[in-house]
């Protein structure tokens, strides 16, 4: 059974075009965390979510923002996609924030700009 | 910024022999210690984690073991399977900005051939 879940797994957009992605988890976990991972490198962790309290990494550009509505969903919204912001985009949760907690990701969406 | 190495970053190996891959990590606080096999077009899946309270774990073929002096930690591969082959990374958490988050290594790609 799908636990981290992730819509659409392909999206195509145009340069500049605003553009969301959306991670469901059935885990009722707290944290859910969104990384940006491109092509045969390591995954790059964006930002995440502690229940509502959002945690931005510093090197996040302003062009991404994330939403959680819920304790089951959050969205990774793209404001203005450039051709650099091309790669695969991973949803990730974790039961809490502690430091032994196991991150479970989800299948991922492969963003393409065109 | 804490950091985490990873060697080597291709590894060929015979169908049966061994694999070994190896990481480092500059956070001495840092207390655990995922491996994720993420194969092509797939999401990272965790495979064996270690706790800082322990030196090694073993799961059937896979084993990761870990010293924390030397601020290394390596998982081993044993009777490799073409079905081992895949990207893995490693990753340590690290208390960074607040919160727990984990650093990732590049990543090795493993292929084993039959």
């Known amino acids: 059974d799908a636990m981290v879940i992730q819509n659409p797994r392909y999206q195509v957009t145009q340069f500049g075009k605003p553009v969301t992605l959306s991670c469901s988890q059935t885990?009722?976990?707290?944290?859910m965390y969104w990384y940006q991972q491109k092509s045969s490198q390591a995954p790059k962790l964006l930002f995440h979510y502690y229940d509502k309290d959002f945690n931005n990494e510093a090197d996040t550009p302003d062009n991404f923002q994330s939403r959680r509505p819920n304790t089951s969903f959050c969205f990774l919204d793209i404001r203005s996609p450039g051709l650099g912001d091309a790669a695969m985009y991973l949803c990730?949760?974790?039961?809490?924030?502690?430091?032994?907690?196991?991150?479970?990701f989800g299948p991922g969406t492969r963003l393409l700009v065109l | 910024g804490e950091n985490v190495e990873q060697h080597p970053s291709t590894l060929s190996v015979q169908e049966g022999d061994s694999a070994v891959i190896k990481c480092t990590y500059s956070?001495?606080?840092?207390?655990?210690f995922p491996w994720y096999k993420q194969e092509l077009g797939k999401r990272p899946q965790l495979i064996i984690d270690?706790?800082?309270?322990?030196g090694e774990k073993k799961d059937q073929r896979i084993a990761v073991t870990l010293n924390k002096t030397a601020k290394h930690f390596s998982l081993h591969i044993t009777e490799t399977q073409p079905e081992d082959s895949a990207v893995y990374f490693c990753a340590a958490s690290s208390f960074s900005g607040g919160y727990n988050k984990l650093i990732f290594g590049a990543g090795t790609r493993l292929a084993v051939h039959p």
């Open positions: 885990l009722n976990h707290n944290v």
């Open positions: 270690i706790r800082s309270n322990v």
């Open positions: 956070d001495s606080a840092s207390n655990y």
């Open positions: 990730a949760t974790s039961g809490q924030q502690g430091a032994g907690e196991t991150q479970y």
